[in-house]
């Protein structure tokens, strides 16, 4: 039986945290904006549904690297991932991804407002736990593609080469 | 007196405390969980940083900051965009100075010790699951005296 991989963590946390603030850039500076993620952990992918009319489109057009911030205050666990975003007229996929509380919204992911975003996480950096001074940083696509365990050093700032 | 929104950004940020603190490098975004010291009456959120990290030459290449305030359980956000500048203020090192930072530094004096302080440009905040979202326009709609335009968002001046 293989050992957890340090990343499933990562996702654990995704997962169970649900709404992460959604962090862009502006040409006025830097925006968040709370959104529910839809992880897809075996694809290594984030979607979310959203609206062609709401501004975080654009700002996603003009600039493809977004944050994604994860926020469990009981478990004082505070995740930071940098990724690519892509804006996607997709229905096939909105009704994949569709919940039921998404249709206080639109009228089902037919509506042709309704777009997704896929969002490639590339690395995360965790500070996990109460006293949470060490940050671990990940990169998903070495996770996913080798499957290797980290290194740990010794510094406060651990970079874990996966 | 009914609160405003101005002022519900400001207790919500008081009430959450820890926030993410969102700066970009000129390639990624890169955020971290800082203790913010939220002062309304100075129109500043400050932070107390160490010289050694990364974030300070982030700031002073984009001064433009976004500090994240989520309380998940409860389902409150706080989207500040605001101006960052790093000080060496001993004066105000020392009267933020508290039990959270001896975690970091044995004395205020730690010569590694700056300041970051936030002067807020813009607010966003959610309040209650996909009810209400009021967006506040901070400084730049104190300044030019617009009047809050009604709509989907309300954009209200902060001070």
Same mark, same amino acid.
């Given at each position: *039986?293989?050992?957890p991989?340090?990343?499933?963590r990562?996702?654990?946390?995704?997962?169970?945290?649900?709404?992460?603030?959604?962090? &862009?850039?502006?040409?006025?500076?830097?925006?968040?904006?709370?959104?529910?993620?839809?992880?897809d952990?075996?694809?290594?992918?984030?979607?979310?549904?959203?609206?062609? +009319?709401?501004?975080?489109?654009?700002?996603?057009?003009?600039?493809?690297?977004?944050?994604?911030?994860f926020?469990?205050?009981?478990?004082?666990?505070?995740?930071?991932?940098?990724?690519?975003?892509?804006?996607? #007229?997709?229905?096939?996929?909105?009704?994949?991804i569709?919940?039921?509380?998404?249709?206080?919204w639109?009228?089902?992911?037919?509506?042709?407002?309704?777009?997704?975003? +896929?969002? &490639?996480?590339?690395?995360?950096?965790?500070?996990d736990?109460?006293?949470?001074k060490?940050?671990?940083?990940?990169?998903?696509?070495?996770? #996913?593609?080798?499957?290797a365990?980290?290194?740990?050093?010794?510094?406060?700032k651990?970079?874990?080469? *996966? | 007196m009914?609160?405003?929104?101005?002022?519900?950004?400001?207790?919500?940020?008081?009430?959450i405390?820890?926030?993410?603190?969102?700066?970009?490098d000129?390639?990624?975004?890169h955020?971290?969980?800082?203790?913010a010291?939220v002062?309304?009456?100075?129109?500043? @959120?400050?932070?107390?940083?160490d010289?050694?990290?990364?974030?300070?030459?982030?700031?002073?290449?984009?001064?433009? @900051?976004?500090?994240?305030?989520?309380?998940?359980?409860?389902?409150?956000?706080?989207?500040? %965009?605001?101006?960052a500048?790093?000080?060496?203020?001993?004066?105000? !090192?020392?009267?933020?100075?508290?039990t959270?930072?001896?975690?970091?530094?044995?004395?205020?004096?730690?010569?590694? !010790?700056?300041?970051?302080? @936030?002067?807020?440009?813009?607010?966003?905040?959610?309040?209650?699951?996909?009810?209400? @979202?009021?967006?506040?326009?901070?400084?730049? %709609?104190?300044?030019?005296?617009?009047?809050?335009?009604?709509?989907?968002?309300?954009?209200?001046?902060m001070?």
């Open positions: *039986m293989a050992e991989h340090p990343i499933d990562v996702w654990d946390i995704i997962e169970k945290v649900g709404v992460c603030m959604f962090t &862009t850039r502006f040409n006025g500076g830097l925006r968040a904006r709370p959104l529910e993620a839809r992880p952990r075996s694809a290594g992918l984030i979607w979310f549904v959203t609206d062609l +009319r709401s501004g975080k489109e654009h700002e996603i057009e003009a600039e493809h690297d977004v944050g994604l911030v926020t469990d205050e009981k478990a004082k666990a505070y995740l930071s991932i940098t990724a690519r975003a892509e804006v996607r #007229r997709d229905h096939v996929k909105a009704a994949e569709w919940k039921s509380t998404d249709n206080v639109w009228r089902g992911p037919e509506d042709p407002n309704v777009c997704v975003l +896929r969002v &490639t996480p590339v690395t995360a950096e965790l500070w736990g109460p006293s949470s060490a940050v671990a940083v990940f990169e998903f696509a070495k996770a #996913r593609l080798t499957g365990k980290p290194k740990l050093g010794e510094n406060r651990v970079t874990v080469d *996966m | 009914a609160e405003t929104d101005s002022e519900r950004v400001w207790a919500l940020m008081k009430k405390g820890i926030c993410m603190l969102a700066t970009w000129g390639h990624e975004l955020a971290r969980p800082m203790g010291y002062r309304p009456e100075e129109n500043a @959120v400050y932070f107390l940083s010289a050694r990290r990364h974030k300070e030459d982030e700031i002073k290449q984009y001064s433009k @900051v976004c500090l994240a305030f989520a309380d998940t359980g409860a389902q409150n956000y706080v989207s500040l %965009a605001g101006h500048e790093v000080q060496a203020d001993r004066a105000k !090192i020392r009267e933020l100075w508290g959270p930072a001896k975690a970091w530094w044995d004395s205020p004096d730690d010569p590694n !010790i700056r300041v970051l302080k @936030v002067t807020p440009q813009e607010a966003e905040f959610w309040d209650a699951p996909r009810s209400t @979202v009021a967006y506040a326009k901070m400084a730049a %709609a104190a300044l030019t005296g617009t009047r809050p335009e009604m709509g989907d968002n309300r954009k209200v001046a001070r």
